[in-house]
């Protein structure tokens, strides 16, 4: 007898009274749609990734966790119905149906929590996952409990330790989402990976196909297959558990010793798998989809226990590991997803064997194709190609995968048209009739098989196309001469040197590597940091992309003839000492002594060739390209900005009556004047430089939502709040989002500023502002304006802050609000008679402030906290003078005394003649 599966038929239909099994034919949206939407929800996370947070892990997760587990919820609940043969109830589908719903919903609410960063979210989302499949598991065991004893009850075996797994997974990815550093983060990123991709996803898998694999070649189970299952099992959950135990307690040999097994119990139960193939090759997109991820799942297997077999460090083993992720992802998660539904979903599509055919013929459309581009472009996306190759073969991937997308909704068309006109019945000679469909399918089956060689061969031209393409597109791939020096040849010496490399803490580790002339370079790149987001640029033009922390790339430098310069392009970090350095040995190009002494992080490094502006074709933001001349020389501090020019807004409103303040920031990157003719490029809150002024009493909330829409990572950190800032003022990668709460327990005026690092870069770029807490008490004026005083470092014209400039605290202008001058083109107006407050903060960051009104004196001044002059104190002292060192402020009043143009500056006089200047219009 053949125990295949099959959809529903006669032998499991439900007793009188009750409705059709939970996977029965016909629609069921619960059942349908998740699938649909988590495939179309990744597809749209892969075109807009580069600009999105976390990118990497919801394209995974979406697969995963989205697609993949609910098909597990569904078709493992379908096959332990068929193989128990158990009616399903209604009660059966609404609890089903309950799973489900929990199940997604608790996945979107993961997802959320891990996009917006609100780790409460993604408790509350897994634990929805987690309740889901435990109970999804309960449901199983209580079936298996109240059925007749089956030849496969193995298989319900199989997914009851499944279910246990992925409860154990989503604690991990629980733990990783709130924050664990060090080793600790790694450990656990692997042992997430391995209990889900696995323990999970593997052992449902391998236990559904003892049964679905014949049954999908239309061939018998081989014989003893139900034993080998029944022998894998505690194998495979052994030696999972072993893998997991390596992976916590950061041993590579242990994880190793635990993936053999794995790979050991896998290998017992392939033994039927390959048989029943031998005795009937796979011919159509669904058997070739699952073949074709079954080959990946032992070949990531075998490759996974050799990288934690050969790691020296566990780190080493992770870095190995998590390379390899994308293939299970993609080449065994999504192909034997993929390839089982293209033949279950025809059968439960029902509407008898025609409609079942047309569906199917859906399916398969352009299977060879498909399968072609899917698998040789991930095998070329696993090689140390160019990185431009792998761009393309990974878009041919991703397209090879998305075609199952509209082929779902061609295959239910298909199959309702056939419903709609079902075949004419055999009449007259039937024995002939048959004869001749015998006939006719030969000759069909034999075209078919003449177009799936033709289709395999244009996926293989269309890849070698995309690898010829990438190739020249890439500098680095043309010729083996474009990374070595002009000044000197050497000749190839077919070797390969590969080194590692991290980025970590503002340096490169290690910072110089030595490397034989004439030999190709390749380099490893990862970056290891919590927060920031790196890159490596290299004096000839290389570039490794950024990388966001976890993220990591491999750089071929080609052939190395001469000492190479490298450097993070991040705006600032090259200034911090990330510097890189390619030492070729034995080289003969004539250097000289700084070169031969140069270190990095040393100040000779600083002053190197290459090494104080971008290169040509980096996408860094740090310096002025070489060549570019800095905006420093348009600046004509007498210029006229125009009759249309309009001055920010310096008059400040009075504090809400509200006790919460609920506001929105988000980080842009800007080209705008900073002076007349000048433009910049800056980073800002909110699109102003200085960002929003915000305004309160003590005591006042303040609910702070930062969204970074920039293209690096940032931060924000309020002076008027007191808390750790661990993690409110964490950098967040471009995309991402953080919420900062405070109560403003003290009042003044205080800086808020962006505290990534180089701060000095990001403040000076324009990432700051003012929160003003009013003093107890304090006293109604007539006007009262907010003046910020700033340092321009300029670039080029259009480009970003000279961090060079900073570091040697070198400013060419000095602002109020944010344009020099401003405040003399466009004045402030007051009367006579009339009190005026002016708040002044000093953001620096480098340079104090004395803020001083010509023509006017103080008979108020609050600084830091408190009043150091009053009206009608017994002195009947006066002040002439605000004095502010970076990051601090306060406020001053006074009454003009007649009508007049008052000017105020920074009495640090060169400063006022650099832009710290403006005026106050006084009409009588």
């Known amino acids: 007898m053949n125990p295949q599966i099959s959809a529903p038929g006669p032998r499991n239909l439900p007793s009188p009274g009750h409705k059709e099994p939970t996977a029965g034919r016909g629609r069921w949206l619960i059942r349908d749609i998740p699938v649909v939407f988590w495939l179309v929800f990744l597809l749209v996370i892969i075109a807009a990734h580069p600009g999105l947070p976390v990118a990497r892990w919801l394209m995974i997760h979406l697969l995963v966790l989205g697609a993949v587990s609910h098909s597990i919820l569904v078709w493992s609940k379908h096959f332990a119905e068929a193989l128990l043969h158990t009616p399903s109830t209604e009660a059966d589908r609404?609890?089903?149906?309950?799973?489900?719903?929990?199940?997604?919903?608790?996945?979107?609410?993961?997802?959320?929590?891990?996009?917006?960063?609100?780790?409460?979210?993604?408790?509350?989302?897994?634990?929805?996952?987690?309740?889901?499949?435990?109970?999804?598991?309960?449901?199983?065991?209580?079936?298996?409990?109240?059925?007749?004893?089956?030849?496969?009850?193995?298989?319900?075996?199989?997914?009851?330790?499944?279910?246990?797994?992925?409860?154990?997974?989503?604690?991990?990815?629980?733990?990783?989402?709130?924050?664990?550093g060090g080793q600790w983060h790694v450990r656990l990123i692997a042992a997430h990976a391995l209990i889900n991709l696995l323990g999970w996803i593997g052992l449902t898998v391998i236990g559904t196909l003892v049964t679905l694999w014949p049954t999908m070649l239309r061939t018998k189970i081989v014989p003893g297959a139900e034993v080998a299952a029944q022998r894998a099992l505690p194998i495979l959950v052994g030696a999972l558990a072993i893998a997991l135990a390596g992976a916590l307690l950061s041993q590579p040999w242990a994880a190793a010793i635990g993936l053999l097994g794995y790979l050991c119990g896998t290998a017992l139960i392939a033994r039927p798998f390959v048989l029943a193939a031998l005795a009937k090759p796979p011919r159509e997109y669904p058997t070739f989809s699952v073949a074709a991820a079954m080959v990946w799942l032992a070949i990531c297997l075998i490759a996974t226990t050799w990288v934690f077999f050969t790691a020296e460090t566990w780190a080493d083993a992770t870095q190995g590991f998590t390379w390899l992720v994308p293939a299970l992802a993609a080449g065994f998660a999504a192909q034997v997803l993929f390839g089982a539904l293209s033949y279950l979903l025809p059968v439960v599509l029902g509407g008898g064997p025609a409609?079942?055919?047309?569906?199917?013929?859906?399916?398969?459309?352009?299977?060879?194709?498909?399968?072609?581009?899917?698998?040789?472009?991930?095998?070329?996306?696993?090689?140390?190609?160019?990185?431009?190759?792998?761009?393309?073969?990974?878009?041919?991937?991703?397209?090879?995968?998305?075609?199952?997308?509209?082929?779902?909704?061609?295959?239910?068309?298909?199959?309702?048209?056939?419903?709609?006109?079902?075949?004419?019945?055999?009449?007259?000679?039937?024995?002939?009739?048959?004869?001749?469909?015998?006939?006719?399918?030969?000759?069909?089956?034999?075209?078919?098989?003449?177009?799936?060689?033709?289709?395999?061969?244009?996926?293989?031209?269309?890849?070698?196309?995309?690898?010829?393409?990438?190739?020249?597109?890439?500098?680095?791939?043309?010729?083996?001469?474009?990374?070595?020096?002009?000044?000197?040849?050497?000749?190839?010496?077919?070797?390969?040197?590969?080194?590692?490399?991290?980025?970590?803490?503002?340096?490169?580790?290690?910072?110089?590597?030595?490397?034989?002339?004439?030999?190709?370079l390749i380099i490893d790149l990862k970056n290891t940091d919590d927060q920031d987001i790196h890159d490596l640029v290299l004096a000839k033009g290389h570039d490794s992309g950024r990388l966001a922390p976890g993220e990591s790339t491999s750089l071929d430098v080609g052939i190395i003839g001469a000492d190479i310069d490298g450097w993070c392009s991040i705006a600032g970090h090259k200034q911090m000492g990330m510097v890189f350095a390619i030492n070729a040995t034995g080289a003969a190009a004539d250097r000289n002594a700084a070169d031969r002494d140069r270190a990095p992080g040393s100040a000779a490094a600083d002053g190197m060739p290459g090494m104080d502006h971008d290169s040509p074709g980096s996408t860094g933001d740090d310096s002025a390209s070489e060549g570019q001349a800095s905006a420093a020389s348009d600046l004509d501090f007498m210029a006229d900005p125009g009759k249309d020019f309009k001055a920010q807004d310096a008059q400040l409103q009075l504090a809400q009556g509200s006790t919460t303040h609920k506001e929105t920031f988000t980080i842009t990157e800007v080209e705008q004047m900073v002076a007349a003719n000048v433009r910049q490029k800056l980073w800002l809150f909110n699109d102003t430089m200085p960002g929003p002024t915000l305004r309160g009493k003590v005591g006042d909330v303040f609910e702070i939502t930062l969204v970074n829409d920039g293209s690096m990572g940032h931060s924000i950190d309020f002076h008027a709040g007191e808390l750790a800032p661990d993690r409110p003022m964490r950098t967040i990668e471009p995309g991402a989002s953080l919420t900062y709460t405070f109560t403003a327990a003290h009042s003044g005026i205080w800086m808020y500023h962006c505290a990534t690092m180089p701060m000095s870069s990001h403040i000076a770029n324009g990432m700051f502002g003012a929160v003003i807490i009013d003093p107890p008490d304090l006293p109604a004026v007539d006007k009262e304006f907010v003046l910020v005083q700033s340092e321009l470092y300029l670039g080029p014209q259009g480009g970003v802050?000279?961090?060079?400039?900073?570091?040697?605290?070198?400013?060419?202008?000095?602002?109020?609000?944010?344009?020099?001058?401003?405040?003399?083109?466009?004045?402030?107006?007051?009367?006579?008679?009339?009190?005026?407050?002016?708040?002044?903060?000093?953001?620096?960051?480098?340079?104090?402030?004395?803020?001083?009104?010509?023509?006017?004196?103080?008979?108020?001044?609050?600084?830091?906290?408190?009043?150091?002059?009053?009206?009608?104190?017994?002195?009947?002292?006066?002040?002439?003078?605000?004095?502010?060192?970076?990051?601090?402020?306060?406020?001053?009043?006074?009454?003009?005394?007649?009508?007049?143009?008052?000017?105020?500056?920074?009495?640090?006089?060169?400063?006022?003649?650099?832009?710290?200047?403006?005026?106050?219009?006084?009409?009588?």
């Not at 055999?426 to 002939?432: K, L, M």
């Open 94 to 180: 609404r609890g089903q149906s309950r799973r489900l719903i929990l199940l997604n919903g608790g996945t979107l609410i993961v997802i959320i929590g891990m996009v917006v960063d609100l780790w409460a979210l993604v408790v509350i989302g897994a634990a929805a996952v987690a309740t889901a499949v435990i109970w999804h598991g309960l449901t199983l065991w209580m079936q298996s409990r109240t059925a007749l004893a089956s030849r496969f009850a193995s298989t319900l075996h199989y997914y009851l330790c499944a279910a246990l797994m992925l409860p154990i997974g989503v604690a991990l990815g629980v733990i990783l989402a709130f924050g664990v």
């Open 355 to 520: 409609a079942v055919r047309a569906a199917t013929t859906e399916f398969a459309r352009l299977g060879a194709l498909r399968i072609t581009i899917i698998n040789l472009g991930l095998a070329i996306c696993l090689l140390p190609v160019p990185s431009w190759v792998r761009v393309l073969c990974s878009g041919l991937v991703v397209l090879g995968l998305a075609a199952f997308l509209p082929l779902i909704f061609r295959g239910i068309r298909a199959s309702r048209r056939a419903k709609k006109n079902p075949p004419e019945p055999v009449t007259g000679n039937r024995t002939a009739q048959v004869a001749a469909m015998k006939e006719e399918r030969a000759v069909k089956e034999k075209q078919e098989n003449r177009n799936a060689l033709a289709f395999a061969a244009a996926g293989v031209a269309a890849v070698l196309l995309a690898v010829a393409g990438g190739v020249a597109l890439d500098p680095s791939a043309t010729s083996a001469i474009n990374a070595s020096s002009t000044s000197a040849e050497v000749a190839a010496t077919g070797e390969t040197t590969r080194v590692s490399v991290e980025a970590k803490d503002m340096r490169f580790t290690p910072a110089r590597v030595d490397v034989p002339a004439g030999n190709r």
């Open 801 to 924: 802050v000279d961090s060079q400039k900073v570091r040697r605290e070198e400013p060419d202008a000095v602002v109020f609000n944010g344009f020099a001058n401003q405040y003399d083109h466009d004045p402030l107006t007051a009367r006579v008679g009339e009190q005026v407050r002016i708040w002044v903060l000093n953001v620096g960051p480098n340079r104090s402030s004395a803020f001083h009104i010509i023509g006017g004196q103080f008979d108020t001044v609050y600084k830091e906290g408190a009043y150091l002059i009053r009206p009608d104190n017994p002195e009947t002292g006066a002040s002439q003078v605000l004095d502010l060192e970076a990051a601090q402020g306060g406020f001053v009043e006074l009454e003009f005394a007649e009508a007049g143009h008052y000017p105020f500056v920074s009495h640090k006089m060169v400063d006022a003649e650099r832009g710290a200047h403006g005026m106050v219009d006084v009409s009588g």
